[in-house]
Structures are given as C-alpha cells and as structure tokens.
C-alpha cells in the first residue's frame, strides 16, 4: 500500500498486490470464524451430555401411594363369619331372624358348644312359616346327633340322674325301677357286661324317660320324642306295613318293629331297642 498527498491531505492508494492480499485475508478469517464455531458447538455437546438427564413425562414413574402403617397396639380386625353351606335357592326370602341363626349355629359348631348349638336348632325349626322349610330335615338330623352325644357323653342331667349301688342291687333292677333299659344303662358306664358291680358304686341311669316313636308312611321316616320334644330321626327303607294307629312296645322292640313292617338300618333298629323301653308309644301315621 501507498500515502500520497492528496486533495484533502494525506490518503491511502491501494495498489493490484494490497487487494490480492486483503482477499486473502478475508478467507483466512472466514476460515478460523468457522473452525470457532465448529469448537464452540462441540463444547456446548459435552456441556448438554454431561448435564444429568431429566425424565420425560411419559418415562416419569407414577408415585403409587402406600397403605398407612397401623399402630402396633391397634386390635386385630376380625373377620365376619361365613353363613353356613345352604343348598341351591336356599337363600331366597330368607327372613333376617332365620339368617341371624343360622350364623349363631355355625359359630356354635365351630366352638363345638353342643347345648349352644341344640337350642339354637330349636330356635330355627320353630320359626314360623317357611322361614326354614328347606333345612328342615338336616336340621333334624343334626339335632338327633347332637342329642345322643349330650346323653352318652355330655350325660344331660334333664334326661340322666345318677344313683348309687346299693346291697342287693343289679344292673338290670336298677335300669327297671328308673324306667330305662339295661342296655342303655350298660353304655351310659361303659360297663361291658351287668355283672360287674360293686357297693357303693355310682352309676349313671336314664330317669324315667318317656319315649314316642311317631312312623311317618308317606315321609318314609321315624322321629323319636323324649318327654314331648323332639329327639332323633331315622330313615324307614322299605314301605311300612302297619296300619296307621297307636301301638305300645314290648321289651323286644326291634322283633316288634319287624313284625309291624317297618324297617329301619339294622344300626338304627339297635339304636331304638336301646333307648325305648317297654310299654312306650308307637304312633302310626298316614303322613
């Protein structure tokens, strides 16, 4: 480049080799403009990379909120009880008082309280209407199990009394002034025969049962009473031949059901001729 003295004083004359020059140099600067960027970018990468990631709204866990942690003295919950097994439609028109028993029985089973467990059978065959109409027959026959178990093992002092053996005393003579049988008396002590007793001794005995066995022929079943209340029914497998009516047992009274035509399980028969004495009632009816 080159000064020379100019109209307005000293000014600048570039020459060919000044400009070939100042192209150059604005390439050169283009160039290291570029290569900053290029520099800078790569910086701004790392910075972005090296920053902690921040989760997007859809990777983002939802919060699931936690149950509240009960006070260690809090009681237990109890769980309320189930009602008993009842067959298909059973539950239909189901009054609440019948409900309401019907739970109570299965808390007595399941406690194995049998006195609980009776009452509470009673209670819910005498509802009125057809409240438990459907249950009635298992009803019953649960209620005939547990009777027998209160008078073999409970030995229920509304149906047993307990004497003691006196000089002169047999099994047999006992059982008869107490209007039992000698049977039933032998199983109340678990005595193996009637020979086997001593003075003094004290021995369980049926007092005075008054026992009624009510045939149903078209029912095809037995129910036995003890002192007017229901006691156990048992199945009749074959038509009954007796004529409907009253009849009084003889000593012998599963010869005696034989010979009426009315025919139970051989257990059964046993059963009865165990616990009836002679001159009970057989009641015969069309039912």
Same mark, same amino acid.
């Given at each position: 480049?080159?000064?020379?003295?100019?109209?307005?004083?000293?000014?600048?004359?570039?020459?060919?080799?000044?400009?070939?020059?100042?192209?150059?140099?604005?390439?050169?600067?283009?160039?290291?403009?570029?290569?900053?960027?290029?520099?800078?970018?790569?910086?701004?990468?790392?910075?972005?990379?090296?920053?902690?990631?921040?989760?997007?709204?859809?990777?983002?866990?939802?919060?699931?909120? %936690?149950? %509240?942690?009960?006070?260690?003295?809090?009681?237990?919950?109890?769980?309320?009880?189930?009602? *008993?097994?009842?067959?298909?439609?059973?539950?239909?028109?189901?009054?609440?008082?019948?409900?309401? *028993?019907?739970?109570?029985?299965?808390?007595?089973?399941?406690? $194995?309280?049998?006195?609980?467990?009776?009452?509470?059978?009673?209670?819910?065959?005498?509802?009125?209407?057809?409240?438990?109409?459907?249950?009635?027959?298992?009803?019953?026959?649960?209620?005939?199990?547990?009777?027998?178990?209160?008078?073999?093992?409970?030995?229920?002092?509304?149906?047993? +009394?307990?004497?003691?053996?006196?000089?002169?005393?047999?099994?047999?003579?006992?059982?008869?002034?107490?209007?039992?049988?000698?049977?039933?008396?032998?199983? &109340?002590?678990? &005595?193996?025969?009637?020979?086997?007793?001593?003075?003094?001794?004290?021995?369980?005995?049926?007092? $005075?049962?008054?026992? %009624?066995?009510?045939?149903?022929?078209?029912?095809?079943?037995?129910?036995?009473?003890?002192?007017?209340?229901?006691? +156990?029914?048992?199945?009749?497998?074959?038509?009954?031949?007796?004529?409907?009516?009253?009849?009084? %047992?003889?000593?012998?009274?599963?010869?005696?059901?034989?010979?009426?035509?009315?025919?139970?399980?051989?257990?059964?028969?046993?059963?009865?001729?165990?616990?009836?004495?002679?001159?009970?009632?057989? *009641?015969?009816?069309?039912?």
């Amino acid at each position: 480049m080159a000064f020379a003295q100019g109209k307005f004083g000293i000014e600048y004359n570039p020459n060919p080799i000044d400009e070939e020059s100042s192209g150059a140099g604005w390439l050169v600067a283009v160039i290291a403009l570029a290569a900053v960027a290029v520099l800078a970018a790569a910086g701004v990468r790392r910075l972005i990379s090296s920053a902690p990631d921040e989760p997007s709204p859809i990777d983002t866990p939802v919060a699931v909120p %936690t149950a %509240t942690p009960v006070a260690t003295n809090a009681p237990p919950r109890v769980e309320p009880p189930k009602p *008993l097994p009842l067959p298909p439609g059973a539950e239909r028109n189901r009054p609440r008082v019948a409900q309401n *028993l019907l739970l109570k029985l299965e808390k007595a089973e399941a406690a $194995h309280d049998v006195e609980l467990a009776v009452s509470t059978i009673e209670q819910l065959r005498a509802l009125p209407g057809e409240a438990v109409a459907d249950l009635d027959n298992s009803l019953a026959r649960r209620l005939g199990e547990l009777n027998i178990r209160r008078l073999f093992v409970g030995k229920n002092r509304q149906w047993v +009394k307990e004497v003691v053996v006196k000089r002169g005393d047999s099994a047999t003579r006992i059982a008869s002034e107490n209007g039992s049988t000698l049977a039933s008396l032998l199983k &109340l002590n678990e &005595l193996p025969s009637a020979d086997r007793l001593r003075i003094g001794q004290k021995l369980d005995v049926m007092d $005075h049962p008054r026992f %009624t066995i009510v045939v149903h022929r078209a029912a095809k079943y037995a129910d036995l009473t003890l002192k007017g209340k229901f006691f +156990k029914r048992y199945d009749i497998i074959a038509p009954v031949r007796a004529e409907e009516g009253n009849y009084e %047992t003889p000593a012998r009274l599963r010869a005696f059901l034989a010979e009426k035509g009315i025919a139970l399980a051989p257990a059964d028969s046993a059963e009865l001729d165990m616990l009836v004495p002679a001159k009970s009632s057989l *009641l015969v009816s069309e039912l």
